[in-house]
C-alpha cells in the first residue's frame, strides 16, 4: 500500500487549505484511511478519517466543524478540507491506511479512530497558518 499526501502550505489565520491524499495497493474494497497531524516537538494526533464503503468519518474534537474529509473512489483520494484555520493547526500532516475483510470492523474504527490501526504511512505535508 502506497499514500502520498499533498495540498500543503502557508495560509494565514482564518483561512482554507485543501490536503489531497492519493493512495494505492490495497486488495480489500474495506479500508480506512485517516489523516494525523504531529506539531514541533508534539506527539502526534488523530486528526479525521472516513471508512471506503459508506460515510462513516470521525473528526478529532479540535477541528470539528473547521474540517471536512471527504473521498472520491474514483480517482482512489481522500480529501481533507480545512477552514477556519488556526495557528494551532500548524503540522506536518501524514495520511495513512488501514485494510479490513470485515465491513463492520471497517465501520467500527471508522466511527472511532485508532493509530494503532494504520499500518501503512505516507509522507507527510507541510500546513503552516501564520500571519
Known amino acids: 500500500v502506497q499514500l502520498q499526501a499533498s495540498g500543503g502550505g502557508l495560509v494565514q489565520p482564518g483561512g482554507s487549505l485543501r490536503l489531497s491524499c492519493a493512495f494505492s495497493?490495497?486488495?480489500?474494497?474495506?479500508?480506512?484511511i485517516g489523516w494525523f497531524r504531529q506539531a514541533p516537538g508534539k506527539e502526534r494526533e488523530r486528526v479525521s478519517c472516513i471508512g471506503s464503503n459508506d460515510d462513516t468519518t470521525w473528526y478529532a474534537d479540535s477541528v470539528k466543524g473547521r474540517f471536512t474529509i471527504s473521498r472520491d473512489n474514483a480517482k482512489n483520494t481522500v480529501y481533507l478540507q480545512m477552514d477556519a484555520l488556526k495557528p494551532e493547526d500548524t503540522a506536518v500532516y501524514h495520511c495513512?491506511?488501514?485494510?479490513?475483510?470485515?465491513?463492520?470492523?471497517?465501520?467500527?474504527?471508522?466511527?472511532?479512530?485508532?493509530?494503532?490501526?494504520?499500518?501503512?504511512w505516507g509522507q507527510g505535508t507541510q500546513v503552516t497558518v501564520s500571519s
Open positions: 495497493g490495497f486488495t480489500s474494497s474495506y479500508y480506512n
Open positions: 495513512a491506511g488501514a485494510q479490513y475483510y470485515d465491513p463492520l470492523l471497517l465501520k467500527l474504527y471508522a466511527s472511532n479512530m485508532r493509530e494503532y490501526e494504520f499500518q501503512d
